[in-house]
Nanobody, 121 residues
Framework: QVQLVESGGGLVQPGGSLRLSCVAS????????MGWYRQVPGKQRELVAV???????TYADSVKGRFTISRDNAKNTMYLQMNSLKPEDTAVYYC???????????????WGQGTQVTVSS
């Protein structure tokens, strides 16, 4: 089992910055990738950024150049540095971890509780 705890959300003005953190605990040894997703009312949850344990990173086009995903494997912690925030970035941001275990074969997705990010003047 993996537990994910997020923090760092809040209310900021357009152009401001926030840094989200996600700490993974439990059976974290088989986590293959982690990522940030966000969801607004009436919309599906969408990918913001993902990072593999090997450091391969993918960003949504809407956040490229503004957001930076990183992780500290030793601390089982993932970060999302969000700069130049826009009102359209307002959403609940969720931490995700994908776990693949080969013996026995199993794969699971874990989600944090979500943290609210509101960008408004």
């Amino acid at each position: 089992q993996v537990q994910l705890v997020e923090s760092g959300g809040g209310l900021v003005q357009p152009g401001g910055s926030l840094r989200l953190s996600c700490v993974a605990s439990g059976s974290t040894g088989s986590i293959n990738r982690m990522g940030w997703y966000r969801q607004v009312p009436g919309k599906q949850r969408e990918l913001v950024a993902v990072i593999t344990t090997n450091g391969v990173i993918t960003y949504a086009d809407s956040v490229k150049g503004r957001f930076t995903i990183s992780r500290d494997n030793a601390k089982n912690t993932m970060y999302l540095q969000m700069n130049s925030l826009k009102p359209e970035d307002t959403a609940v941001y969720y931490c995700n971890a994908y776990q693949l275990i080969l013996t026995p074969l199993s794969d699971r997705n874990y989600w944090g509780q979500g943290t609210q990010v509101t960008v408004s003047s």
